[in-house]
């Protein structure tokens, strides 16, 4: 019997069905097609006939893409998030990186009628892409969103990717870091630069929705990583690219560093979901291997300190999922508005935890939990990702607390 039950009350039918087509969909999909990309140089997992693209064929077909405005037009606010919560983290039971992955494809649509763009919205449709939301610098990490900070409007702390006015078109000048997701692959992409005369440094900055195959827009190398291995990133270089008014979406310095703030919180929030599936996935190994692992003559779950270690692991689990979708749920509430606090203790808590349970997983396989024969040392990698991903942990936590 599984220890995991939701608890969530608004639990329909529909999302009970489709929670089980996303599990199986993780099991014999992601899960195998995963360990294989894991052993793939990152050039190999982009290539033509990995089986990343066997797996996004898949994806396509299992309804999903768009999330989370794909699961129809008559859901409530909490519905949506209810369902989307336990949509996502079924998937990264499966593997976080190739979700996130799949979960960029055709995202470009989405984000600009949430801009209120429906120009662009219908330009993306047709090209049907991954998208990539590109913050991270190499000068410039996680004080990317230190809005509250001095150093934020220092005119001299301007980003890596400056920006400047020529008639009606924007030229772009230098670069993202190797940390974009999706960065080699994605055909468009949410773009944030500082203008280069900024007098309040890099609040003085311009937001654009582009095509990444206008001329002068070039790629760095995939990104050799320890853990999510499946999930590629790596950089954007900008040499005088010229971008058309029609890309523009605001320089307004108050839009700007809310729309830094808010696709902050939706990140932020977003991982949150997906840690709790990865924690999930290294509580079950756990548990599977303790029931069939013998020592003294008898599995080791028998053992009294086994069972408590985990009760705890499952405690964690269950604490960090509950306040993980009281968060995603207030945020679709707020349209992406919750104070950045919450959303910065979802992110924290929930890749904490993963970390934590995947290392209890290891230690509870013993000199097994060591092999990649066995899948808990990747876990414990993907999971050691998702300290630093999308915000280091200390970092948030200092910028979070700023609100206070």
Not at 165 to 192: E, H, P
Not at 267 to 274: H, I, S, V
Not at 391 to 396: F, H, R, S, V
Request: glycine fraction near 8%; hydrophobic fraction near 45%; charge should be negative.
């Amino acid at each position: 019997m599984n220890p995991c039950i939701d608890l969530d009350v608004g639990i329909t039918e529909e999302m009970l069905a489709l929670r089980e087509t996303c599990h199986r969909f993780a099991a014999e999909v992601l899960r195998p097609i995963g360990a294989r990309l894991d052993r793939m140089t990152p050039e190999e997992v982009i290539a033509k006939g990995s089986p990343l693209w066997e797996g996004l064929e898949k994806f396509k077909q299992l309804g999903l893409v768009g999330m989370p405005d794909c699961y129809g037009p008559d859901l409530t606010p909490e519905a949506r998030a209810l369902m989307h919560a336990m949509v996502i983290e079924e998937l990264c039971w499966g593997d976080v990186g190739l979700s996130i992955t799949y979960a960029l494809y055709n995202l470009g649509p989405i984000v600009a009628r949430q801009m209120g763009r429906d120009d662009l919205a219908e330009f993306f449709a047709r090209r049907e892409e991954f998208f990539c939301l590109a913050l991270t610098e190499p000068n410039h990490g996680t004080d990317t969103v230190a809005f509250n900070e001095a150093f934020f409007r220092d005119p001299q702390g301007r980003s890596d990717l400056r920006v400047r006015r020529d008639g009606d078109d924007y030229i772009l000048n230098g670069q993202k870091a190797a940390w974009v997701s999706c960065g080699t692959l994605a055909g468009c992409g949410m773009i944030f630069a500082t203008y280069e005369d900024s007098k309040i440094g890099r609040a003085g900055g311009a937001v654009f929705l582009l095509p990444l195959d206008l001329p002068g827009i070039s790629r760095g190398k995939p990104l050799d990583k320890l853990g999510q291995r499946t999930l590629n990133q790596g950089e954007i270089f900008f040499d005088n690219v010229r971008v058309p008014q029609q890309f523009f979406l605001t320089d307004d310095p108050e839009m700007y560093t809310m729309m830094l703030s808010g696709f902050l919180a939706h990140a932020n929030t977003a991982m949150g979901l997906q840690f709790v599936g990865v924690a999930r996935a290294a509580f079950d190994h756990a548990l599977a291997y303790a029931k069939e692992r013998v020592q003294g003559g008898v599995p080791i779950i028998q053992h009294q300190s086994v069972k408590t270690r985990l009760f705890n692991m499952f405690m964690k689990l269950e604490s960090t999922r509950s306040h993980v979708r009281q968060v995603a749920i207030a945020n679709y509430q707020r349209m992406g508005m919750i104070p950045f606090q919450y959303a910065a203790a979802s992110k924290i808590l929930a890749t904490q935890t993963a970390f934590e349970l995947a290392s209890e997983a290891i230690q509870m396989f013993g000199g097994n939990g060591l092999c990649r024969e066995y899948p808990v040392e990747k876990i414990f990698r993907d999971a050691r990702a998702g300290l630093i991903e999308d915000g280091e942990n200390n970092m948030l936590a200092i910028i979070a607390a700023n609100n206070f």
